[in-house]
């Protein structure tokens, strides 16, 4: 009897799920294009995660090496150097993350609260052009700027009769030049998702608002940013998941392999790729890819589990 009871229920759970699809079929037809490109590059290759396991032999392939089981994951804890590139990576990212909202969010209001359309579209591109410079133009702008013979800075400061300090040769200054570079190249692309946020928003609240009397900072604190809540908890569970990964292209620019800087500039991408760049050693580079993918994801979830307990409409799942 409650077999029987329950078919009809089914039944109607199916038809709903079919006429939601059908609803949205224009929607899920723009999503495919998406979801084939994650399905071949993201989840095709993740078997080969397996190569971390294994002594990678050419000849043999992936599944046919010899396996190892956690020996290639020891390449890191033995190096002495794991506390050292651990705590650099994520202090890195931490600044990226908070100084990089805290700023995109900025402009984006500023931006919204400009009447004048034509100065918002041109302070946008002008704002999103770093986003598309490569990290290797990023550090000969950089070199040529703090570089003690023959930098601009440089120059200026002495022909103003200043001591310029050898910035290459001074490894404390590094970490707020690299997350100053860092906030130049992402500051127009953050600023760009928020403000497409922003324009999403109800305009008679921001009417009623005005017709009420409330200035322009108070539209911003009741309105503007409750309205962005959304947004900026799910950039930033996006980008936690990344804590344990940095910019190597940005990082291996602007630092090279001048080991005076290291020591506050070295991160994990930069020292595997010091480590492996006369042994191709796959495996051991895998297994410290495939570290730092497992600890994102347990970060990911205890974030977002963290966020379900405070206000589950604001969690990602």
């Known amino acids: 009897m409650q077999k029987n009871a329950l078919a009809p229920e089914r039944t109607l759970k199916k038809q709903s799920v079919w006429r939601m699809l059908n609803q949205n079929k224009i929607l899920i037809l723009m999503c495919v294009p998406a979801i084939v490109f994650f399905f071949i590059f993201s989840y095709l290759p993740m078997p080969g995660a397996y190569i971390a396991f294994t002594n990678f032999q050419y000849n043999k392939g992936i599944f046919g090496s010899p396996f190892v089981g956690l020996k290639n994951f020891q390449f890191l804890f033995i190096s002495g150097q794991l506390g050292l590139l651990l705590k650099n990576t994520v202090l890195y990212n931490i600044a990226f993350i908070v100084l990089g909202n805290v700023v995109q969010l900025a402009f984006a209001i500023l931006l919204n609260e400009v009447a004048n359309k034509a100065y918002k579209k041109t302070?946008?591109?002008?704002?999103?052009?770093?986003?598309?410079?490569?990290?290797?133009?990023?550090?000969?702008?950089?070199?040529?700027?703090?570089?003690?013979?023959?930098?601009?800075?440089s120059h200026l400061v002495r022909s103003l009769g200043g001591d310029m300090p050898k910035v290459y040769q001074n490894a404390n200054a590094w970490p707020f030049i690299i997350v100053l570079v860092n906030l130049w190249k992402s500051t127009g692309y953050g600023t760009v998702v928020y403000f497409a946020a922003i324009t999403g928003m109800d305009s008679s609240m921001m009417e009623a608002a005005q017709i009420d009397g409330a200035n322009a900072w108070q539209r911003i604190r009741y309105i503007t940013l409750p309205t962005l809540k959304p947004t900026v908890i799910i950039l930033f569970l996006f980008a936690i998941g990344g804590i344990l990964k940095g910019n190597f292209g940005l990082f291996y620019n602007l630092v090279g392999n001048n080991s005076m800087l290291f020591k506050t500039t070295d991160i994990?991408?930069?020292?595997?790729?010091?480590?492996?760049?006369?042994?191709?050693?796959?495996?051991?580079?895998?297994?410290?890819?495939?570290?730092?993918?497992?600890?994102?994801?347990?970060?990911v979830l205890g974030a977002n589990a963290f966020v379900k307990h405070l206000d589950p409409d604001y969690a990602l799942f």
């Open 123 to 153: 302070a946008q591109s002008i704002m999103f052009l770093p986003y598309f410079i490569s990290d290797v133009l990023v550090s000969l702008l950089v070199y040529n700027l703090l570089n003690y013979d023959y930098g601009f800075i």
């Open 268 to 299: 994990i991408e930069t020292y595997v790729y010091r480590s492996m760049m006369n042994s191709f050693n796959f495996s051991q580079s895998s297994a410290v890819g495939l570290f730092q993918s497992v600890v994102g994801f347990f970060i």
